[in-house]
């Protein structure tokens, strides 16, 4: 972990998230108590900071300085929020294009698929506040910088951004091997928004039930699943594809 990725003692991290700074998540001992602690955790709370409770064992193999029973991990960019960005999509006149990521952990895969976002011309990324893969310094190389252009929006819930997106017009495409519709057989015109599970299990149930379009891609080998990077990749020139042919009048 490089220097930079992170901020230790209360008082220091306390002046960063006035000053501004983007916490990707904050470390705190378990037993932490004391005035100051109170200050920097209502703070934390005003910010909706994602905040850990762990052994003191865990922050000493982060820094053996004086952490003072907190270690904050700075964040590689600035998160937005769906509020923030589903308004300046329409006032831009763009045709909106997002991709929802649910429960992938993986940063390297989240990095990859930010990458070809980028080449598709996706508006933003989202993930939850918890239970994803952090846009860290790996996730960031992973993506070969993209990141730090995409805007990545960060919200409490994967079924409440779907939901939001939904409210706003957005058709909700999951891409599930429950399916029996082929990818290619979805029309994607339109504000269009597509939903990733983790590998191991997929999407949720709930975040599921909330699509629009539940779409598959085929398989013909022995394995039963594609890594989700290239099957986001699939999924997102499909739909480039079908822009593409009719801006030229193709049916």
Same mark, same amino acid.
């Given at each position: 972990?490089?220097?930079?990725?992170?901020?230790?003692?209360?008082?220091?991290?306390?002046?960063?998230?006035?000053?501004?700074?983007?916490?990707?998540?904050?470390?705190?001992?378990?037993?932490?108590?004391?005035?100051?602690? $109170? $200050?920097?955790?209502?703070?934390?709370?005003?910010?909706?900071?994602?905040?850990?409770?762990?052994?003191? $064992?865990?922050?000493?193999?982060?820094?053996?300085?004086?952490?003072?029973?907190?270690?904050?991990?700075?964040?590689?960019?600035?998160?937005?929020?769906?509020?923030?960005?589903?308004?300046?999509?329409?006032?831009?006149?763009?045709?909106?294009?997002?991709?929802?990521?649910?429960?992938?952990?993986?940063?390297?895969?989240?990095?990859?698929?930010?990458?070809?976002?980028?080449?598709?011309?996706?508006?933003?990324?989202?993930?939850?506040?918890?239970?994803?893969?952090?846009?860290?310094?790996?996730?960031?190389?992973?993506?070969?910088?993209?990141?730090?252009?995409?805007?990545?929006?960060?919200?409490?819930?994967?079924?409440?951004?779907?939901?939001?997106?939904?409210?706003?017009?957005?058709?909700?495409?999951?891409?599930?091997?429950?399916?029996?519709?082929?990818?290619?057989?979805?029309?994607?015109?339109?504000?269009?928004?597509?939903?990733?599970?983790?590998?191991?299990?997929?999407?949720?149930?709930?975040?599921?039930?909330?699509?629009?379009?539940?779409?598959?891609?085929?398989?013909?080998?022995?394995?039963?699943?594609?890594?989700?990077?290239?099957?986001?990749?699939?999924?997102?020139?499909?739909?480039?594809?079908?822009?593409?042919?009719?801006?030229?009048?193709?049916?």
């Amino acid at each position: 972990m490089e220097k930079n990725d992170f901020i230790f003692g209360i008082r220091a991290v306390i002046e960063a998230v006035e000053a501004g700074r983007q916490i990707d998540k904050l470390l705190v001992k378990k037993d932490l108590h004391g005035p100051l602690a $109170e $200050e920097l955790m209502a703070l934390v709370r005003e910010h909706r900071i994602v905040t850990q409770r762990v052994p003191v $064992e865990r922050l000493n193999r982060i820094t053996r300085k004086n952490h003072q029973g907190v270690i904050a991990m700075v964040a590689s960019v600035n998160y937005y929020t769906l509020e923030q960005l589903v308004p300046q999509f329409y006032e831009d006149g763009i045709e909106p294009f997002v991709v929802v990521l649910d429960g992938i952990t993986d940063v390297r895969n989240f990095g990859a698929i930010a990458r070809t976002a980028d080449c598709c011309g996706v508006g933003a990324i989202v993930i939850a506040e918890r239970g994803a893969a952090s846009v860290n310094a790996d996730a960031v190389k992973t993506s070969a910088g993209a990141l730090m252009s995409l805007p990545v929006c960060r919200e409490r819930s994967i079924a409440g951004a779907v939901r939001f997106l939904k409210d706003n017009g957005y058709q909700i495409v999951a891409a599930t091997e429950k399916s029996d519709v082929l990818y290619t057989a979805g029309r994607y015109d339109g504000p269009v928004a597509v939903v990733m599970g983790a590998e191991d299990v997929g999407i949720s149930p709930e975040v599921l039930a909330l699509c629009d379009t539940p779409v598959a891609i085929p398989m013909f080998g022995r394995i039963g699943s594609l890594n989700v990077s290239v099957a986001a990749g699939v999924m997102m020139y499909e739909i480039v594809r079908q822009r593409l042919l009719a801006d030229m009048g193709v049916e």
